[in-house]
Nanobody
């Protein structure tokens, strides 16, 4: 099983980034896909989730209206479009796949929002 995140980097406040997570080794379409983030000294928090069926999504209040999660089951990829980025969005962003009690994690990609 592999989850490989990409698309992180340094961006100015107000800018945008698109994160991608390429999955392999499991039945991607059967799993809920999530993006978490963790900044120094803080607990890992759920940012956005998309369920396996119907494309139902959930977002943390702090990112609602700015971030959009989507998935392409044909490409086994989940995306996180991040707009209007703020310095407080700076964190390592992790891709997560979940089904029942099974959890898979990527290694993370750094997002830094700074002028």
């Amino acid at each position: 099983v592999q989850l490989v995140e990409s698309g992180g980097g340094l961006v100015q406040p107000g800018g945008s980034l698109r994160l991608s997570c390429a999955a392999s080794g499991f039945t991607f379409s059967s799993y809920a896909m999530n993006w978490y983030r963790q900044s120094p000294g803080k607990e890992r928090e759920l940012v956005a989730a998309i369920f396996s069926a119907g494309g139902i999504t959930n977002y943390a209040d702090s990112v609602k209206g700015r971030f959009t999660i989507s998935r392409d089951n044909a490409q086994n990829t989940v995306y996180l479009q991040m707009n209007s980025l703020k310095p407080e969005d700076t964190a390592v962003y992790y891709c997560n796949a979940r089904r029942a009690y099974v959890n898979y994690w990527g290694r993370g990609t750094q997002v830094t929002v700074s002028s």
